[in-house]
Nanobody
Framework: QVQLVESGGGLVQAGDSLRLSCAASGRTISSNAMAWFRQAPGKEREFVAG????????YYANSVKGRFTISRDNTKNTVYLQMNTLKPEDTALYSC????????????????WGRGTQVTVSS
């Protein structure tokens, strides 16, 4: 349905920061809960961070709490993931996804996905 394109990934060193962007097109995402997921080679896709459709509520995987911040700018139809104090274990392909008009969808309720942007953190 909605088209999502991630950007902002790259190769950084441990302790560095990156800001990922997820630009939506085709329709507005202002009524969608949005989330970031990641998948490392040989591992299952993992939920990273989510934000409610209205942006009032955010939630995070325990592994990134205190380091990552999800936000959205509905005027730009874009969702962001600020990643600080990156660790090698954060290395993965990061994808954004659109969900229903709820506060906190379950991971399987996200239906529209971007292709992802690669984040590689060296030690």
């Amino acid at each position: 349905q909605v088209q999502l394109v991630e950007s902002g990934g790259g190769l950084v060193q441990a302790g560095d920061s990156l800001r990922l962007s997820c630009a939506a097109s085709g329709r507005t995402i202002s009524s969608n809960a949005m989330a970031w997921f990641r998948q490392a080679p040989g591992k299952e896709r993992e939920f990273v961070a989510g934000i409610s459709w209205g942006g009032a509520s955010t939630y995070y995987a325990n592994s990134v709490k205190g380091r990552f911040t999800i936000s959205r700018d509905n005027t730009k139809n874009t969702v962001y993931l600020q990643m600080n104090t990156l660790k090698p274990e954060d290395t993965a392909l990061y994808s954004c996804a659109a969900g229903p008009r709820t506060t906190r969808p379950a991971p399987n309720e996200y239906t529209s996905w971007g292709r992802g942007t690669q984040v590689t953190v060296s030690s």
